[in-house]
């Protein structure tokens, strides 16, 4: 099953849920199915581990990247740049809007709000059910609406990425599948898409999934661990 | 309960948490701020108190005043924090107080940057503050052992009424990995009923206790500075720790290097091996008390023909790995200190060019 997410789509969740390694193996997926792919890093609360750091690989595939400007990359500053909202009225095919952590990184999006206004866009969740604060189904909803009301807009689906980074193995994909199938169930909003690590791909069930599955080739690694071609 | 992913800000703070530290007082700078942003969802869930104080000043002495009351208490900071905090630290250690610093280091000097250094390593180490004190200091080189040495933090500042201090840098507080929280590094509180300003009535005695840094009798001054002397003394003899890598191999070159940055040459050491070429490596994870003896007997190994102090820092912890190797081979620093960390392919480069 492919994935086939078109149109603004705009990645939400908490600290550490995988939003930007989401978006950057999303771009890249995308991207290598033959469509037009923009990304903007929208991540203004936290300071290590942002989609600018993929820029080289994500540039080099062809997918247009909107960053601070370069004097300001290493910055803890809430920049904005005027080139997201330019991006937002003359979208690519796919656009993604990756939204920092929490109800203080999607508060950005309130400043959005003009450029998006009359936009069709689609805000996705995404939920890792090893972190802290999303591991019950409570969490997530609690999680949900504070960012909706940060950001004066509705989820409307929920991105699966159950992991333990190096420690993540195929019991816990399958462990984290049905725990995000459930909430899934019980909230009424659509699974769109699980992620699954690459290593792990030959050895997973895919049959076992009801939703298309991305496969994560990891580009935010430690200095000392080298990323996944794209 | 399994394992669950965290930042290493997060895991420090539930780490604090875990070990049965119920006060965090902060204030936020990055790259630490997720520590005070976490404890502040999770200090109420649990009963215990966040507090932000003014400025870092404002809470050192918070600090102070809590452990001085015999209260459990800690703090974390980045680098400029640290600096402000150093006075506090000093009253602190001067005063026997126990309590626990967390410092998640960022480039300096000044306001510098918000990336990952290991450029207060003299700060840690050496001083900070004024008079004749040391810390207590670890650096964990993996969330995990961020976690494992925050909850051992308490007890040894307990043991010996010392501030404690984590050593980990940005990288540490910033990046995420799997952890658990080990059940029996918790501990209880210690009784403090014989020095802590907690109460004549809480304690049932009719001694007044009085918590101070000041004397102005220069024999009692001197006294009191044998007292810290001998602690520190003790915890040379007592606290070392550190992690010896490839050192069974009959390496040419032995590296020296912690947290962050010893993981980059952990992958250097390997790779290299891969090569057939030998290169031994001593992770101190305390460095006060630094690893003097590991130091010095790896140093004196047969084919050992140069030690390497590889920092995040412009050349500090290269004088104490001066001081430890005793002449017994030249000994070299390496290092970047922008934010940059170097990449294991650096770490080979330097290493073959000494071969």
């Given at each position: 099953m492919n994935i086939l997410l078109e149109g603004i789509i705009i990645i939400v969740g908490n600290y550490g849920s995988g939003k930007t390694e989401i978006s950057i193996n999303l771009a890249a997926n995308r991207k290598l199915a033959g469509i037009d792919v923009s990304v903007a890093d929208l991540d203004l609360v936290n300071p290590y581990f942002r989609a600018r750091e993929a820029r080289k690989q994500l540039s080099e595939l062809g997918i247009g990247v909107i960053l601070p400007p370069d004097k300001y990359l290493h910055a803890d500053l809430p920049i904005l740049t005027p080139a997201v909202a330019g991006l937002i009225r003359k979208p690519s095919r796919l656009t993604i809007l990756d939204v920092g952590g929490d109800k203080v990184g999607a508060t950005v999006l309130a400043a959005l709000a003009d450029a998006l206004d009359g936009k069709t866009y689609r805000m996705l969740q995404?939920?890792?059910?090893?972190r802290p604060f999303t591991d019950t189904l409570k969490g997530c909803m609690k999680m949900k609406g504070?960012?909706?009301?940060?950001?004066?807009?509705?989820?409307?689906?929920?991105?699966?990425?159950?992991n333990l980074i190096d420690e993540?193995?195929?019991?816990?994909?399958?462990?984290?599948?049905?725990?995000?199938?459930?909430?899934?169930?019980?909230?009424?909003?659509?699974?769109?898409?699980?992620?699954?690590?690459s290593r792990l791909s030959d050895e997973i069930d895919m049959k076992r999934f009801s939703c298309p599955v991305l496969k994560l080739h990891r580009q935010l690694v430690p200095p000392w661990k080298k990323a996944a071609g794209l | 309960m399994g394992k669950i992913l965290m930042k290493g800000n997060e895991a420090i703070g539930e780490a604090g948490i875990r070990a049965g530290c119920l006060n965090y007082f902060a204030y936020p700078i990055t790259p630490q701020s997720e520590v005070a942003e976490y404890l502040s969802h999770r200090m109420p869930e649990v009963g215990g108190v966040f507090l932000q104080g003014e400025s870092e000043v404002a809470v050192g002495y918070m600090i102070f005043g809590a452990a001085a009351?015999?209260?459990?208490?800690?703090?974390?900071?980045?680098?400029?924090?640290?600096?402000?905090?150093?006075?506090?630290?000093?009253?602190?250690?001067?005063?026997?107080?126990?309590?626990?610093?967390?410092?998640?280091?960022?480039?300096?000097?000044g306001l510098g940057g918000i990336l990952p250094s290991q450029a207060d390593y003299f700060q840690a180490t050496k001083g900070g503050g004024h008079g004749d004190y040391r810390l207590l200091v670890m650096a964990p080189a993996s969330v995990q052992e961020a976690v494992e040495m925050v909850m051992t933090a308490f007890p040894l500042a307990e043991k010996y009424r010392n501030p404690v201090m984590i050593l980990g840098d940005g990288l540490i507080g910033q990046m995420m990995e799997p952890v658990e929280f080990p059940e029996h590094l918790k501990s209880e509180p210690s009784n403090k009923d014989d020095w802590a300003t907690n109460g004549m009535d809480t304690r049932k005695s009719k001694k007044r206790n009085l918590v101070k840094s000041l004397f102005l009798d220069p024999v009692k001054l001197n006294e009191n500075n044998l007292i810290?002397?001998?602690?520190?003394?003790?915890?040379?003899?007592?606290?070392?720790?550190?992690?010896?890598?490839?050192?069974?191999?009959?390496?040419k070159i032995l590296i020296v290097s912690y947290?962050?940055?010893?993981?980059?040459?952990?992958?250097?050491?390997?790779?290299?091996?891969?090569?057939?070429?030998?290169?031994?490596?001593?992770?101190?994870?305390?460095?006060?008390?630094?690893?003097?003896?590991?130091v010095f007997r790896a140093a004196s190994k047969?084919?050992?023909?140069?030690?390497?102090?590889?920092?995040?820092?412009?050349?500090?912890?290269?004088?104490?790995?001066?001081?430890?190797?005793?002449?017994?081979?030249?000994?070299?620093?390496?290092?970047?200190?922008?934010?940059?960390v170097p990449t294991p392919e650096e770490i080979m480069d330097v290493v073959r060019s000494y071969l």
């Open positions: 995404v939920i890792n059910p090893f504070e960012i909706e009301k940060a950001s004066r807009m509705p989820i409307i689906g929920i991105i699966g990425n159950a993540t193995t195929a019991d816990l994909i399958y462990e984290g599948y049905d725990f995000v199938s459930t909430v899934s169930q019980e909230s009424g909003l659509p699974l769109e898409f699980i992620t699954v690590p | 009351c015999g209260a459990r208490v800690f703090t974390t900071s980045s680098s400029p924090g640290v600096s402000l905090m150093s006075e506090a630290i000093s009253y602190i250690a001067g005063a026997q107080c126990p309590a626990v610093f967390v410092n998640i280091m960022r480039g300096g000097p810290l002397k001998e602690k520190y003394e003790r915890m040379k003899r007592e606290e070392i720790r550190f992690e010896p890598y490839n050192t069974d191999s009959d390496y947290g962050t940055m010893s993981r980059v040459c952990k992958t250097a050491v390997d790779n290299l091996k891969a090569e057939g070429i030998d290169v031994g490596m001593i992770r101190p994870q305390t460095l006060f008390p630094f690893p003097e003896d590991a047969k084919s050992c023909r140069m030690a390497l102090s590889i920092e995040m820092s412009m050349g500090q912890m290269v004088e104490d790995v001066e001081r430890c190797v005793h002449g017994r081979c030249p000994v070299k620093w390496y290092g970047k200190c922008g934010g940059e």
